[in-house]
């Protein structure tokens, strides 16, 4: 994500906690470091943002644009047409954790991005199967060696139950390969 904009801010505090008011409305005046450079969200708010938008830059945009990256923008709009989406009974606590919405939406368009960037057909597809599809192009090399497995069950054979290596092996080797696979798609994000 290159870029969040400051001032979307002005479109959700009617509707969130004075806490959380207070910490958006120093988030919407501050978004230069002293040296005149944007400021990261993370710098600026640390903790704030768990994900993506930790790494944003702080710029203006212009209003209805809450975050943009290379191609793509996120406007207040597409954030309310994700809140029209779910249950009414989620509304109240939703509009309390905006921030985490508009963060699975960044994720979601970035991880697109990515997918096309890799080479994964995304014309036509639903942003969900392409996201699972870039996973599985980013994992699909990971392999789990007969002797991670074999090393995996001599160190807890207490775990085994006394199950014998031939009994155990397919579980093991599938769960180390999730393992390398999870290991794969962090290091790719």
Known sequence: MKRMNREWIKHITASLSLAAFFLICVFAFVGCSDDGKSALVEETYPGLSLGMLKNAKLTKMKPETLAETAGAQITNAQLQSMIGELPPEF????????????????????????????????????????IQALALHVTKSATVPEEDIKKFFDANQAMMGGAPYEEVKEPIQAMLLQEKQQEALNAYL
């Not at 509304?91 to 096309?116: C, G």
């Open 91 to 130: 509304l109240p606590q939703l509009k309390k954790n905006l921030i985490f919405l508009l963060e699975q939406r960044v994720a979601k368009t970035v991880l697109v991005q990515e997918a096309k960037s890799a080479g994964v057909p995304t014309e036509g597809t639903a942003d969900e199967d392409v």
